[in-house]
């Protein structure tokens, strides 16, 4: 069974950091391409950025691009964001999503982001 | 990269039918195949319901079907449950590695 699970969230301060984690399990997590999928509350779905299956080939939203950075480790099966120079309005949820076929195809349960003094 | 756009609410009775339209341009929805649905219950996980705009992953109901016609897309629920009350989302690639979504279409079950 894919299990995804994505930990630290949590507050932060305005102009502050944080890196968020991915932990994958059952299934070969180094033959997928991986994205970061933001919701903030009561707001749609927002897709932030994306990560190719070896690590080679990254991609981001505009509205993030310069400030946040995703990488992976495929030796700890293990998505990363990390976000720097945070502002309020990146308050969220943050999903972490195996990408396959052009379509998110599982899940996790998100970590709660929020920016504030 | 712009949102694309969807209905904020939709609606119908057990039994009916119902259609969600996600609206693009010629760069996402238009310009490639890559169109997916995804259901999200409150307080859950999106679930992919469709991809590659007419396709349903295994166990997905075949109440729901997807299409796309130009910048457009759809998404229609057919047979209506009460479990099919949620939130939809479109998403489609628009080139470069990037994908968009849609702002969400909350669906009632009368």
């Known amino acids: 069974e894919v299990q995804l699970l994505e930990s630290g969230g949590g507050l932060v301060q305005p102009g502050g950091s944080l890196r968020l984690s991915c932990a994958a399990s059952?299934?070969?997590?180094?033959?997928?391409?991986m994205s970061w999928v933001r919701q903030a509350p009561g707001k749609g779905l927002e897709w932030i950025s994306g990560?190719?299956?070896?690590?080679?080939?990254?991609s981001s939203a505009d509205s993030v691009k310069g400030r946040f950075t995703i990488s992976r480790d495929n030796s700890k099966n293990t998505l990363y964001l990390q976000m720097n120079s945070l502002r309020a309005e990146d308050t969220a949820v943050y999903y972490c999503?195996?990408?396959?076929?052009?379509?998110?195809?599982?899940w996790g349960q998100g970590t709660l982001v929020t920016v504030s003094s | 990269q712009s949102a694309l756009t969807q209905p904020p609410s939709a609606s119908g009775s057990p039994g009916q039918s119902v259609t969600i339209s996600c609206t693009g341009t010629?760069?996402?929805?238009?310009?490639?195949?890559?169109v997916s649905w995804y259901q999200q219950h409150p307080g859950k996980a999106p679930k992919v319901m469709i991809f590659e705009v007419t396709t349903r992953p295994s166990g997905v109901p075949h109440r729901f079907s997807g299409s796309k016609s130009g910048n457009t897309a759809s998404l229609t629920v057919s047979g209506l449950q009460a479990e099919d009350e949620a939130d939809y989302y479109c998403?489609?690639?628009?080139?470069?590695?990037?994908?968009?979504f849609g702002g969400g279409t909350k669906l009632t079950v009368l």
């Open positions: 999503a195996t990408r396959w076929s052009y379509c998110f195809n599982s």
């Open positions: 010629s760069s996402d929805i238009g310009g490639y195949n890559y």
């Open positions: 998403s489609s690639y628009a080139g470069s590695n990037i994908w968009v």
């Open positions: 059952g299934f070969t997590f180094s033959n997928y391409a």
């Open positions: 990560i190719g299956d070896s690590g080679a080939v990254t």
